[in-house]
């Protein structure tokens, strides 16, 4: 008996330093010299920003694709055939199909034509008289990916604003189903500080202004709204539309007798087998906000003052008014796409994706973004994570996707893409992991080590393993947790998010090299990146090869309470 559990516990010791051997094994693959190599070249001239559809974010998606292959990762992309030359097919070789390590799809890239038409039309018994405006002049559109001409009703909708929990939603006793709808930018409270409002619908994060006026589009878009059109009661937006530019233009960088191109002057989308989302928005002069509010009762100055305090929407129709618009729009479409390749686990139709953009915005004007944070950092991330997995030497119980996004910039179009192809085929992803901007320090990281670690909240167990895995392998990271029910944000774990795919997503810092050229190799943590990409691996090595974290406190209906 005594000889059996002898040999019992050196059975289970053996098979534990097996184990830990393993993991070991994984983590010195993720060397600073692979680390650095890759974000040299990634992050180099060479690539000139890898703006999505240009030659270097192909040249980009070649080299990744390289690395996965040097590695022993498998393709994962389309499928092709393969091109026997002349003497081969006369020698009977015939075409075979065989895997990419590329997913191609095709963008719309879109911008306002020539052709821009605005008029307010005034209705009375009798009578009709119209306004109309000149383009740049009294408006601005941001077009659909198509032409239009419209002539609609008006109805103002406060913010076009509601909260989570609804406590407060212009939109709850209006119908704006094949309208136009008028609303303010903000949201309510948003010039009061000191009011209730304020402190309970202020949008949290750097970008939340951004986001929150995202949102709106997004439902006034759900909701049937033909058109939007917003007003900025403290904003003259014509100045921003004059055509002369007396002085040189001296923002940050640049100093030139001509204001740069904007990255996003030209739009893009992807578009589905349906056609969707051509929701056109209006930005207006005050005297064409006057125009369409004359009559209406509506003052605005009270609007903002009675949301600040009582917090009720005053949502109305605008009688006797409506717009006529038509707008022209300059398309092509640009081709694009995200490498992406796997490791076979012995659960072959369960799959975890690891995953980054590698686009960023490019050559604008001559000038490089090289984007060496944003995100060549993160992409490095995801090829060291598939290196590591392969030193392993182990076949991961669960399948591990391997993908370098495009088109994040520009609207997460390359994890969009990939998500929507797998809902399609059936393919059951059960997590994913987000690296982006994975290799700065915050303003008052003294220590170089902080950082912060989004993920789903109800999987509780993805925050304790990562706070387990940082303590037992003494790694050298100050990680804020930061638990959320579903995930959201400008990055590529969102469309994952909203399919209800547990995510879990890092990030090092916001600084103020964000899309400017100056997000340079110089300026990056090399050991707060290799860091966070040590824990990432040991976290996806643990959920591909355990059950526990898919644990959640959600309740199941039989458990909710009538």
Do not use: C
Request: proline share 4%; charged share 25%; net charge negative.
């Amino acid at each position: 008996m005594k000889k059996i559990s002898l040999l019992l516990i050196l059975f289970i010791s053996g098979h534990f330093v097996f184990a830990q051997n393993e993991v070991e094994k994984g983590l010195e693959a993720i060397s600073m010299e692979s680390i650095k190599g890759q974000l040299e070249f990634l992050a180099s001239d060479w690539t000139e920003g890898r703006a999505v559809g240009t030659k270097g974010a192909y040249m980009a998606a070649d080299y990744i694709a390289s690395m996965f292959q040097t590695y022993g990762i498998q393709p994962f992309g389309d499928e092709a055939y393969t091109q026997p030359s002349r003497s081969e097919r006369m020698a009977g070789a015939r075409p075979e199909l065989y895997h990419t390590y590329y997913q191609n799809f095709g963008l719309v890239e879109y911008e306002p034509g020539d052709e821009q038409v605005f008029s307010v039309v005034t209705s009375k018994p009798g009578s009709e008289s119209s306004m109309d405006f000149a383009y740049q002049t009294d408006f601005y559109v941001q077009t659909g990916t198509v032409g239009q001409k419209v002539q609609a009703p008006l109805v103002f909708a406060g913010y076009g604003y509601s909260d989570e929990d609804k406590t407060y939603d212009d939109l709850k006793k209006i119908d704006v189903e094949g309208k136009i709808v008028v609303i303010l930018q903000g949201y309510p409270g948003h010039k009061d500080t000191t009011s209730v409002a304020y402190k309970k619908y202020k949008p949290e994060g750097r970008y939340a202004a951004y986001y929150l006026e995202r949102d709106k589009m997004q439902s006034l878009q759900e909701a049937g709204a033909l058109a939007v059109i917003r007003i900025s009661p403290d904003a003259n937006p014509m100045m921003g539309w004059a055509q002369n530019n007396i002085y040189r233009d001296n923002g940050g960088f640049n100093e030139s007798d001509k204001r740069p191109n904007p990255y996003y002057g030209n739009r893009m989308s992807l578009p589905g087998k349906e056609f969707s989302g051509n929701l056109s928005t209006f930005t207006v002069s005050s005297r064409v906000a006057n125009e369409i509010l004359s009559g209406s009762g509506i003052d605005i100055v009270k609007f903002e003052e009675d949301a600040a305090t009582n917090m009720e929407p005053a949502s109305k129709v605008l009688s006797g008014k409506s717009v006529a618009f038509k707008t022209s729009v300059n398309s092509k479409v640009v081709n694009a796409r995200n490498v992406v390749g796997y490791i076979e686990g012995e659960k072959k139709d369960e799959f975890i994706v690891v995953g980054g953009h590698y686009d960023h915005l490019g050559k604008v004007d001559g000038i490089i973004y090289n984007g060496a944070d944003d995100n060549a950092s993160g992409t490095v991330g995801v090829m060291e994570i598939a290196k590591a997995f392969m030193a392993t030497g182990k076949k991961p119980e669960r399948s591990i996707v391997f993908a370098a996004w495009t088109g994040e910039e520009k609207g997460l179009f390359g994890s969009t893409y990939f998500v929507r192809d797998a809902k399609e085929k059936d393919m059951n992803v059960v997590l994913n992991l987000n690296y982006d901007m994975i290799a700065r320090n915050p303003e008052g990281d003294t220590l170089g080590n902080q950082a912060h670690m989004v993920y789903t909240e109800a999987n509780t167990v993805i925050g304790e393993t990562t706070k387990k895995n940082i303590e037992d392998y003494d790694i050298n990271l100050d990680l804020e947790l930061r638990p959320s029910e579903r995930p959201g944000g400008g990055s590529d774990h969102a469309p994952f998010a909203q399919e209800d795919i547990p995510i879990f997503y890092f990030m090092a810092a916001m600084h103020p090299d964000y899309h400017q050229p100056s997000d340079e190799l110089s300026k990056i943590n090399w050991e707060k990146m290799q860091n966070i990409i040590k824990v990432g691996f040991l976290n996806t090595w643990k959920f591909a090869n355990t059950d526990d974290w898919q644990k959640t406190t959600l309740k199941t209906n039989s458990e909710v309470k009538p």
